[in-house]
């Protein structure tokens, strides 16, 4: 199974901040990256398919780049609304992987 | 309205079997591939597997935690999937959600809408 280490784990941010999360990939995956939201209580919401491409209706302050094995999502102005948990997921390989997700916080 | 309703959860003993529905609305469901995602209490998502769609072959393809011991199934004249879990162990117990791929070509593959969960407890 490929592995996805996302980086940091937490992060402690505060509205206006730009945040940068990373995804890792155990092996290559091309493209084949998605970054999903989810706030407390709630379904995850895909922000980010094919590792850049901005999911309609989603703010363009989020954005996604990377390709083969390293990843990022990058949140340019924080929100109070973005304070939530993040995930990647691969979908080059069977059996599809998500990463350990990283919480963002005040 | 765009509605994804898993039910079916509940409480059962180890090595018991239970049977998930999500029922899909608003969205054209036999063309697309559906999958299913589960999330223990206070943890990470994990995918449990994925079904094409009949047009795309109907092959399922599971997580190596659940592999032999799922099966998932769709009916499309009731625009339903299907998680059936057998042989269910405590690590099992989370939040199941049911989940629609609107594309998987070119580079991405993604779960774009999602249910509200049904919640799987496996306890003795």
């Known amino acids: ?106 | 309205e765009v509605q994804l309703v898993e039910s079916g959860g509940g409480l059962v003993k180890p090595g018991g079997s239970l049977k998930l529905s999500c029922v899909v609305s608003g969205l054209p469901f036999s063309p697309a591939w559906m999958s299913w995602v589960r999330q223990a209490p206070g943890k990470g998502l994990e995918w449990v597997g994925r079904m094409k769609s009949k047009g795309g072959g109907g092959t399922t393809d599971y997580a190596t935690a659940v592999k032999g011991r799922f099966i998932i199934s769709r009916d499309d004249s009731q625009n339903t999937l299907y998680l059936l879990m057998n042989s269910l162990q405590i690590e099992d117990t989370a939040l199941y959600y049911c989940a629609w791929i609107p594309k998987c070509s070119d580079g991405a593959c993604y779960l774009d809408r999602w249910g509200q969960g049904t919640l799987v407890t496996v306890s003795p």
């Open chain 1, 1 to 106: 199974d490929i592995q996805m280490t996302q980086s940091p784990s937490s992060v402690s941010a505060s509205v206006g901040d730009r945040v940068t999360i990373t995804c890792r990939a155990s092996q290559g995956i091309s493209t084949w990256l998605a970054w999903y939201q989810q706030k407390p209580g709630k379904a995850p919401k895909v922000l980010i398919y094919g590792a850049s491409n901005l999911q309609s209706g989603v703010p363009s302050r989020f954005s996604g780049s990377g390709s083969g094995t390293d990843f990022t999502l990058t949140i340019s102005s924080l929100q109070p609304e973005d304070f939530a948990t993040y995930y990647c997921q691969q979908a080059n390989s069977l059996p599809w992987t998500f990463g350990q997700g990283t919480k963002v916080e005040f």
